[in-house]
Structures are given as C-alpha cells and as structure tokens.
C-alpha cells in the first residue's frame, strides 16, 4: 500500500510508537494484586444519566458556578478481546456542572465509528496505538479508528471530543450527544488535531497534527472559525503527544522516539533513539517559515506546560519530562492485564531557551503528570505549575499540587493511597496566579467511588473545600476542560 | 492505496481508450446499477467496470466507466450490451467535480467510495472475491450505497 495508508495515513502523533525488542521491562511489581486500582481502567457498560452528586465533605463556595468537562477511556473489554493499550478505549465525555450549591454528573460516550462497529461485533477490533488490527476491523481512514479519548476543547461555543491521530468529535455541551466529526474545511476532513491545542487568552485556539516529518497547524479563530491550516517541515519524524506556545512562537519538542515506517500496533512502529538527543523548534506564529534550533540530551515526555519570553529573548516552559518511553510503549499496556511495570517517573522540569543558542534543563526532582497552569498567562510569565504528584506503589498518583518556581517548592495535598488523582485544572476567582480554585476527580478505591474536588488554589495542603461522591467509580480520565 | 487513487486515474487517463461500441455487439445482458446514499447532491458519481481479477487490480483495463450526475440522494445507470458473466466496480463520489478523488494535505481520500455488493476495503480497496458479482443474460440489476 502506498500513499493512502503507508506513508500519509494516520501519519500522526498517535501513529508512531516504539520498537519493543529495545526496551528491557522491569517489570518489577507484575504479578501483584491488581485488586485495588485496576478499576482506574475498569469498563464502562452505558452512558450514566443526570445525577446529582453526594457532597461528602466541606461547603460549596457560594460563587460557585463551574462546569468541568473531562474525558477519558472507558471501554476496553468486548467479548473475549482487551484493548492493547490504556489509549484505545472508547472515549468517555462526563459533565461536572458545579452550581447553586449543587454538583452535577452527566457522562456520555462519544459515539464514533470504531464504537459502533465494535458494538456491533461485540469485539474489540480496531487497531491503535498499541492495539493489533484483529479479525473484523475496517480501517479506511483515520477517523475509523478515532476512539475520541483523550481531551476536549471548547471552541467557538462548540465543545469537541479530542484524540489526536484524527479529527475533533463535535458533543452537545448540554446533552453531550455526538454530533459527528468536526471538518474545519472539506479538503481537511480526517486530518490528525493533537488533543493538547494551545488556547490563547482571547480565545484563539493553535494545534498541531501528525508527527511524521512534517507536521500540520492549526490555527482557530476565538469564534472557532479556521484561521490557518499549513504543513510545516519539523525534519524529524518524532512522536509528540503535546507541544507548547508562547505569545509570539509555536514551541516543537522533537524527543528521539521516531517513527520508522508504518504499521499496527503504532507503538510498534517507533523506535527509541537516544543518541540523536531532543531538539526543540521554535517557530514564528506569523511566519511559519521562520525557525530556531536547540538542541538537548535525549528525553522522552507527553505533557508541556505553557511558555513564555522574558524581555531579552530567553524562553522558558516546564514539562515532565521521563528517561525514556517505556510508559508509553509498554507499561500503559500492561496496566489493562493489571500489571505494573515500573517506568522512569516523568520529573517536573523548566526548559530554559537562551538567547546565544544554547538550551538547558533545570529539574525540580518532583514525580509530577498533568501539568496545568491559569489559563489567562497563556503566553505570559507565571510563577506556578499545577500537578499531580505522590506516586507510589500504584501506577497512578495520589496527590495534587502546585509547584512554586521562585521557592522551589510544592504546596501539595496527598488523598492518601486509596485515591487515584486526576488531572487538576485552575478556575479563577481573581486577578492573582493563586486567585482561585483546582477543580478535578480522583478515583476513590475504597469506596469504589468517583469523586469531585474543589481546592483553594492558595492553600492546596488544607485540601479540599468541598468534595462530591458519585453514584458509581468511573476510570481515570486523561484531560479535561473548565467552561 | 494505489488502487482505490486508480479509481480516478482509471477514469481520468484510460476513459478514451475503451471502445463501449464494440464491446456492444456481442453483448447479451443489461446492469442496471443504482447508487444510493448519496448526500451530498452535486457532482458526479464515477466508476469503473471490471471483468476479470487482473484487471481489477490494475493490471488491465477497465470494460465500462460511469459518470453519472450525483443531483439526488439516489441515481441509477443502465450499462446496456455487457457479455453475461462476472463483474465488479470501484466507484467514488466525484463531489468537487475535479474527476479526481481528491485527498486531505496528508494524501487520505475524502470523497465518498464505493465497491460493488458494497464491499468494505481494508486500508485499501474491497478484494476483487467480496467485490464480484454475477451479470445474467437479459436484465441486472446491482445497487450500491456510496458513503
């Protein structure tokens, strides 16, 4: 096959992946129980209608009047079959709706193509990131595949279910019924949308797709309409889950996970190269013609958090940054078998990029995933970062905090181990960077529960304001949005 | 996929090359073939007739070619003299009237596709043994949900 499906198809971030026969598992706690946090990746048998959740814990602020959209795998198992990796369930839309004292949960899955058809055979079929093509399967595009998990992004009004190998998924934001495949203009139908768009504080949206050499942006205009659509030549066919931006450059970590070829699982058609190091782009918004280099030792990473340029040029973002891919290639897979298979914690990391060419790596030593930040300093400095932390015996973490970069140090709340922390996002109460609240959803193991968590972003060790339980344990989400 | 983007070569380079008069004269059977599904209603349905495997898989040339207006959710065209025996087709939506199956920056198809006994390609085009199907002496007819 040639240009349809080998060198062009799903020619994306979630097309790529790893040589297996290089990585050495330690797989140093396979075989322990999987009793308790298994149900992080338990499935989901229906849509959970309109429930009012049980306020468990402390007061709702009186000016609280948030809704928390979050998505994530929940369907892994049909039939005889398991899903080959944590990436490729069906994505799960739910609906926190935070308000007159209240707390709401609606969750629906995204109905896709991929859903349809495996319901229909009662099988898990589709090939993924780190799933096999088995009998039954029809792929003839990427959109065939799209599980539509990952993240969503409110553009324009309208609220899209992000993956990253195909195109957005458009939910009613009220109902979330799936209204179809979002195409931003007929010649760009089934163009991979990474699930990380960079969101400027107006409102304009800027995304990348496809991670073989060349990759493509996407601008959004803040109404939602389509801004820019290009090709941009990154020189190097890297896998990149994630990117980051500033006020004035598009910011193209290029780790040394590289695709080479095509073929199903993707994870297995990319292969780890730490010689060649992590190169950085940076790019002109303006002009996408216009590039800078920086190079660095080899790391692997999926998450960035926003950037910024200080008045002499010198740009800085934060990423958690890991040894190597051997999460991604590996043990996301095992953890569907309900193994453990211990990879190199991502660290919570500043990348600074000097003004004379020459980049560096400052590491805070902290376990971190998920980072988030205020939405407003998109673009601009800012003094914090939002993560999950305490990781421990479990795959998953247990604690959420905020990193100071001035003081080097966390203002951090541990749930303690039966608690499963998700990612945490920032809704603002006022002008300052603490002025506000971390809302997100743990998975609570020993009451079998999900939960939602509303903390003072000034006094995260306090713990939470007011904590929710719903009816029912939901697994882990992967990203969400406020609105 | 070399073969589903032949489609429109096929149609696009070899159409001249195919004589229907004189495949007529010995001809003994009528294809009615209806295409339905049709949701975009502009441009045109083209398609390509094939009478043996080889040829269907682009080693040989096509017997009939349709071009069809796509105005309605459904069209139909008579394919009049064919010699009774097995056939199938490979057939797109011509939508932006460009005669070409036209792709994302990416090279991916995104124009509506079509095989005969609406045939599910994989990564590539439906297989010539889920794609044929018989053509009798007299009348025929085959539908096609193109999508």
Known sequence: MTQFDRRHFLGSGLFAAAAATIITPERALA??????????VADVDA???????????????????????????AKFRRGTGTSGHWFDGDGLVRKFRVGDGKAHLTARFVDTPKRRLETKLDAIVQPGFGS???????????????????????????????????????????????????????????????????????????????????????????????????????????????????????????QPWVQEGFKFPLSTAMAWKPELGTRILVIDKDDLSKKRTYELPAFSFFHLADGWEESDGTIRFDGCLEENPTFGQIAASALLRGEHIKAPSPMLTQIVLNPNGKADMKTTRISAEFPATDRRRAGQARRFTTH??????????????????????DDKFDFGSHQLVEEFLFVPTGSGERDGWLMGTTLNLKERKTELHLIDAGRVSEGPLATWRASLPLPLTFHGTIA | MNNLQSI?????????????????QNAAAKLDVNFTG??????????????????????????????????????????????????????????????????????????????????????????????????????????????
């Open chain 1, 31 to 40: 075989g322990a129980s999987p009793a308790g946090w298994s149900l992080a």
């Open chain 1, 132 to 254: 096999s093509r088995r009998d039954g399967a029809v792929v003839n595009g990427p959109d065939d595949t799209n599980a539509a998990n990952t993240s969503v992004l409110m553009s324009g009004g309208q609220l899209l279910a992000l993956w990253e190998g195909g195109s957005p998924a458009i939910v009613d934001p009220e109902t979330l019924e799936t209204k179809g495949f979002k195409t931003f203009r007929r010649d760009l139908k089934q163009m991979p949308f990474l699930a990380h768009p960079r969101v400027e504080a107006d409102g304009t949206v800027w995304n990348l797709g496809g991670n073989g050499k060349g990759t493509f942006v996407w601008k959004l205009n803040p109404d939602g309409s389509l801004g820019k659509a290009e090709m941009l030549d990154v020189g190097r066919a890297s896998y990149f889950h994630d990117f980051t931006a500033t006020a004035r450059h598009l910011i193209i970590v290029l």
């Open chain 1, 47 to 73: 849509d959970v209608p309109e429930e009012t959740l049980q306020l468990v814990h402390g007061k709702v602020p009186a000016n609280c009047d948030v809704t928390l959209y979050r998505n994530g795998p």
């Open chain 1, 388 to 409: 999950v932390a305490g990781y421990r015996q479990t795959p998953f973490p247990h604690a959420i905090a905020i990193w100071d970069w001035k003081t080097g140090r």
């Open chain 2, 8 to 24: 429109c070569t096929v149609i696009a380079m070899c159409a001249a090359s195919i004589s229907t008069a004189s495949i007529a």
């Open chain 2, 38 to 147: 049709i949701e975009e209603k502009e441009g045109a349905i083209l398609g390509v007739v094939f009478n043996s495997e080889d040829a269907y898989n682009g080693k040989g040339a096509p017997v009939r070619q349709i071009m069809i207006s796509a105005d309605k959710a459904e069209v139909s065209t008579a394919l009049e003299g064919l010699e009774p025996g097995v056939y199938a087709i490979k057939a797109f939506h011509d939508i932006d009237g460009d005669m070409k199956m036209s792709t994302n920056p990416y090279g991916m198809p995104i124009e509506p596709f079509a095989f005969s006994n609406n045939a599910v390609g994989n990564m590539g085009p439906a297989k010539w043994a889920d794609a044929k199907f018989e053509v009798k002496p007299g009348a025929n007819v085959h539908a096609i949900v193109i999508k």
